[in-house]
């Protein structure tokens, strides 16, 4: 497995929710951008919520309502709760570390809603 390694994709219905985990392989403490972004069939990678180090947390328009990244820094862990999934959730999951020295993506987990 690579330095970051996704868990939690699936098959869930309209209205049901998920949570992603994505396990660092390094200390989580310090650095510059963490989180989750996603890439549906024929469209680009997009952000869907990510904590920025040193300050807040970004969100997706389409999700702010629904999503909600959190993180544990013991467990060098974060995750994403995704509550009342809609079809166009549909998409290729990846979680992203940034620091100054280390950058890395993770495989991806697939998630799919549909009725």
């Known amino acids: 497995q690579g330095p970051l390694v996704e868990s939690g994709g699936g098959v869930v219905q309209p209205g049901g929710s998920l949570r992603l985990s994505c396990a660092v392989s390094?200390?989580?403490?310090?650095?510059?951008?963490l989180g989750w972004y996603r890439q549906a069939p024929g469209k680009a990678r997009e952000l869907v919520a990510v904590?920025?180090?040193?300050?807040?947390?970004n969100y997706a328009d389409s999700v702010k309502d629904r999503f909600t990244i959190s993180r544990d820094g013991a467990k060098n862990t974060v995750y994403l709760q995704m509550n009342s999934l809609k079809p166009e959730d549909t998409a290729v999951y990846y979680c992203?570390?940034?620091?100054?020295?280390?950058?890395?993506w993770g495989q991806g987990t697939q998630v799919t809603v549909s009725s």
């Open positions: 992203y570390f940034g620091s100054r020295i280390f950058n890395s």
């Open positions: 904590i920025i180090g040193g300050g807040g947390m």
């Open positions: 390094r200390s989580i403490v310090s650095f510059t951008e």
